[in-house]
């Protein structure tokens, strides 16, 4: 048997090899994060301090601010540290580390989106029955729910990535460490935790993007029967917002995982990561607040 050398630390590419690049990008990186973390703290901290605004609908909007913020955290702290210091490296206890947070914060966002449809079905289907149906310990415990869904689905996919060894010096093609391209580096045999990866994104992925548009197409078509111009437009308006969050994430990690050449193609892999890892945490309370008029009402009494 050949011997192997096991490897304790693993090599980032990054966004660029170019030392003329690295300080540009780490400011604007930077700004974006600060920004980040600017528009979807003060989203929650008008819902929490409005009380027009505490209703279930900004519950969930309050839930998947601190979700962006968490999420964008796990990444982007991490790339303006190589950024600023060039060195890239990153040990295998971090990089496993910074996959289960990804796995659970993408889970978890994922989820929340899925239960956001809903409550816009209930909101726009079934009014009478909204506050029966989705009252404060039915919010609560979805929420809860599928927090604790996605801890124990990360926790697995981390507990089968501590069993490998990994002995080969292939450089991860991202920023930030992605489960696919760590399995790469692997010298272990990885035929137990890539069946894991299809049978996640089979049931639990392809259940979660059901419920996520299934309720539309009830929403649509009680939309078109409303006799009201207003409340046609209302409802839109809100549900296009949520709608353009849902493509926007789903739209580019899909783009990145299973885009022609997606293997080969570092470079359109690269841009695809930033768009769902640091630009959409970046854009969805802009999406919000920039189409929802009790949301810029509320800010505008804070201001």
């Known amino acids: 048997m050949e011997n192997q050398t096991v490897l304790y630390m693993l090599f980032l590419s990054g966004l660029s090899d170019l030392p003329s690049l690295q300080l540009p990008l780490f400011l604007v990186f930077l700004l974006v ?38 999420y964008s955290s796990v990444t982007i702290p991490r790339m303006l540290f190589d950024l600023y210091t060039q060195k890239r490296f990153i040990s295998i206890q971090a990089c496993i580390t910074q996959i289960y947070f990804i796995m659970y914060f993408a889970l978890s966002e994922i989820s929340l989106l899925a239960v956001m449809s809903y409550d816009r079905y209930v909101a726009i289907c079934r009014p009478l029955h909204y506050t029966q149906i989705m009252h404060w310990k039915t919010c609560v415990l979805l929420v809860l729910g599928l927090l604790m869904i996605s801890v124990v ?5 981390v507990l089968l990535l501590l069993r490998l060894s990994f002995c080969r010096l292939t450089p991860l093609q991202s920023f930030f460490c992605e489960l696919p391209q760590l399995l790469l580096v692997s010298c272990s045999d990885t ?20 419920l996520t548009f299934c309720p539309y197409i009830t929403i649509l078509n009680t939309i078109m029967k409303m006799q009201s111009k207003a409340m046609r437009s209302k409802a839109f308006s809100t549900c296009s917002s949520h709608l353009t969050v ?26 695809a990561s930033v768009f769902y ?13 920039l189409r929802n008029k009790i949301l ?8």
């Open 246 to 271: 849902v493509f926007l994430f789903y739209g580019t990690a899909l783009f990145s995982y299973f885009h022609p050449n997606a293997k080969t193609n570092s470079v359109v892999d690269k841009v």
């Open 191 to 210: 035929f137990i935790n890539v069946l894991l990866i299809l049978i996640t994104a089979i049931s639990l992925g392809g259940g979660i993007f059901a």
């Open 153 to 157: 689905c990360s926790l697995v996919h």
């Open 33 to 70: 994060y600060l920004m980040t973390l600017t528009g979807n703290l003060l989203i929650v901290l008008l819902i929490c301090t409005d009380s027009h605004l505490q209703t279930p609908m900004y519950f969930f909007l309050g839930t998947l601010a601190c979700l962006d913020m968490g």
């Open 296 to 303: 810029k009402t509320s800010l505008k009494r804070a201001v």
């Open 277 to 289: 890892t640091v630009l959409t945490p970046l854009v969805n309370p802009l999406i919000y607040s």
